[in-house]
């Protein structure tokens, strides 16, 4: 709990045609988290770090057409409409916090599954993906990431690969966290471009991303990506 006053926000995508109505049952990701230790940073840190946690959510609630809430004060919960990408989003707020210069962190509870929820009120949504999302983030101490899926054989055989992406997200610097997140979120990932993102020189570019390991979670995330894609079309397959 944090010590900063109660806030709800939520985002929406208007483009995409969402309405009050609660959506049908489909499948949906769901990303439900809370920053960690948030009652160790003052009022002025916490909103800082409220801030960018927005700004990111944002962001993914309009790249994977979706919506989010904050509460509590230093929790968050964001439904997407493309799960695939649920991994992408768990592990680009991760780095995002660690990327600041506050030593933030975020513990994360992504989840696929059938379900709905209103526009203006996820943290309230109904189905699987919620429901395996929210007891996800329960349980999910000692680690920092946590995937669920209503498809067991699914989240097993991801498990463990998620636990390493997760303790290697754990040893990476601020500045290796800001570097490895503007690598996978440019559409050009040259070197080039990144060092032009981050205002720096292309060699300094890539020594950071060497030493990050970053091809490795960015092969993390296009496996859990196909995985997830290729369940969802067996599914729709069955329907």
Known sequence: MSNSKTTSTTQSNSADGLSQAPHK????????????????????????????LKLQLSKYASQYVGNFDMYRGDAFQLAVTQPQHCMQIAIGIRLALKALPLSADV?????????????????????????????????????????????EQLENKTKLLTRFADAH????????????????????????????????????????????????????????????ASWQQSCDAEK
Not at 123 to 149: H, M, N
Request: glycine fraction near 6%; charge should be negative; aromatic fraction near 8%.
């Open 25 to 52: 049952y489909n499948m949906l990701g769901v990303i439900t988290g809370d920053i960690s230790n948030s009652q160790t940073f003052s009022n002025d840190e916490l909103n800082h770090i409220l801030e960018a």
């Open 107 to 151: 513990r994360v509870s992504a989840a696929i599954g059938e379900a709905q929820f209103r526009q203006q009120e996820v943290k309230i949504g109904t189905g699987e993906a919620f429901v395996l999302s929210g007891r996800g983030l329960d349980t999910i101490k000692p680690q920092y990431i946590a995937f669920s899926c209503q498809n």
């Open 169 to 228: 997200i754990s040893g990476l610097t601020q500045i290796q966290s800001q570097t490895v997140l503007a690598y996978l979120e440019a559409k050009d990932k040259s070197h080039e471009n990144i060092a032009t993102i981050l205002n720096k020189n292309r060699s300094n570019i890539s020594r950071i991303l060497n030493a990050s390991n970053y091809k490795l979670v960015a092969e993390y995330l296009s496996y859990m990506e196909e995985e997830i």
